[in-house]
């Protein structure tokens, strides 16, 4: 199917299943409930899975296939959220100006910078990508603030030109970013009982082009350009010695790479019309880092699945609170529930980075592979505790 092995293609009718049924997976607790705040099936956290899962698999094609670990990755991001901000302010609101130019604009930026830090190998390639980003970073910040926005971000206005578009609608309001016609924000719902399941145009769009990046992951993982990446992760030494140059091909992958992380920024800008500065800072950078190793560096599905769980930690535990604590343990004596919530807490809400430190530290310990690794295991010991089943009950069947 579409030039895909099996394996690869049942991997990306998951992953399809997984986006187009997103509404309907992370909603599994009614309104009202008290597991409802459980629920992440509303518009905004379902976009920001899909971006960050685009840019956590453009990121892999460098560090999980490649094995160049970069530390400044988030500066394509922001300019890719920049270069669709002004697109927005002085083309049109459709969204497809806005991503080309952010794609073209992330890859020449990737480009040059690549081109520079891939001089050098290791640590020493990684502090390079983080200077690059930290340099951008403070241009964005305070220098070229007429282009940028400066601390305040790069936003829309009502005197902006856009040639192609209406500066102001009927009511007086900023336009919001549409393709062709329709708007992102738009959105339907469904009413099951005490299920609410929403439907979102934006979502839906980010999701096809997750699956087109992800198609195109595929290939590239499959191809023999792919083959070559991993013959430079494996051994750059020994490929030197081959005769073959690995700096084309690392530069490719770089921008590739680059690529991705600026069409999610265009996808952020095109879900909300803004882009600051914060979005090349080196923490962004560091978090794609650990989507990629939570999930399973150098595997197809794993820096989704870790994109994914950081970001379901960040919107949803995050938000609980000690109210909701108690409403959790009201069925304990006072005494043992005000113990029980005070044990929990400090993981939960404003601590929620010290139980994501706790997973990250035990998936490194126990499953260097990430979430895939685990899944495998599991998978595995399913498979052979039926055969084992299986092999029991062909013992104890009477021969004819």
């Not at 800072?281 to 989704?304: C, K, N, Q, R, Y």
């Not at 004596?333 to 939960?348: C, K, Q, S, W």
């Not at 980075?353 to 010991?381: A, D, K, N």
Request: with cysteine; aromatic share 12%; hydrophobic share 50%.
């Amino acid at each position: 199917m579409l030039g895909l092995d099996k394996k690869d293609a049942v991997l990306l009718v998951i992953v399809a299943v997984l986006t187009m049924f997103a509404p309907f997976i992370l909603n599994p607790f009614p309104e009202g409930s008290a597991m409802a705040q459980f629920n992440a099936g509303y518009p905004d956290l379902m976009q920001r899975f899909v971006i960050f899962g685009i840019f956590a698999i453009g990121f892999n094609i460098l560090f999980g296939l490649t094995g160049y670990l970069s530390f400044g990755h988030a500066a394509f991001l922001g300019v890719g959220s920049y270069a669709a901000v002004w697109m927005f302010k002085l083309l049109s609101m459709n969204v497809i100006p806005a991503i080309v130019l952010a794609v073209i604009m992330s890859g020449l930026f990737a480009l040059l910078i690549g081109y520079i830090s891939l001089r050098r190998s290791g640590i020493y390639f990684s502090i390079l990508t983080l200077a690059f980003a930290q340099m951008m970073f403070a241009l964005a910040y305070s220098v070229l603030t007429p282009i940028t926005g400066g601390e305040t971000g790069l936003q829309l206005a009502l005197d902006d030109p856009r040639i192609l578009g209406q500066s102001q609608t009927p009511e007086g309001n900023i336009p919001v970013p549409g393709l062709f016609g329709f708007e992102m924000r738009d959105s339907a719902e469904l009413v099951i009982g005490s299920w609410v399941f929403t439907f979102n145009l934006g979502y839906y769009f980010c999701g096809v082009i997750l699956l087109l990046a992800f198609y195109l992951a595929i290939r590239i993982f499959r191809s023999p350009f792919g083959m070559m990446l991993r013959a430079i992760k494996s051994n750059q030494q020994r490929l030197n010695y081959t005769g073959i140059n690995p700096k084309p091909y690392t530069l490719a992958a770089f921008v590739i790479s680059g690529m991705y992380a600026g069409l999610a920024g265009a996808l952020m800008a095109s879900m909300d019309p803004l882009a600051g500065a914060e979005r090349m800072f080196w923490t962004a950078s560091g978090e794609v880092v650990l989507m990629t190793i939570l999930g399973g560096v150098g595997t197809l599905i794993g820096p989704v699945l870790g994109a994914g769980a950081i970001k379901y930690m960040e919107n949803i535990i995050s938000k609980i609170n000690s109210d909701i604590l108690h409403s959790w343990f009201a069925f304990l004596p006072d005494g043992l529930e005000d113990f029980v919530v005070t044990i929990v807490y400090p993981f939960i809400g404003k601590g929620w980075h010290l139980t994501l430190g706790i997973i990250f530290m035990l998936v490194v310990i126990f499953l260097p592979g990430g979430l895939v690794e685990g899944g495998q295991r599991i998978s595995s010991w399913l498979r052979n505790r039926r055969a084992r089943r299986d092999d029991r009950r062909s013992k104890t069947e009477p021969a004819e």
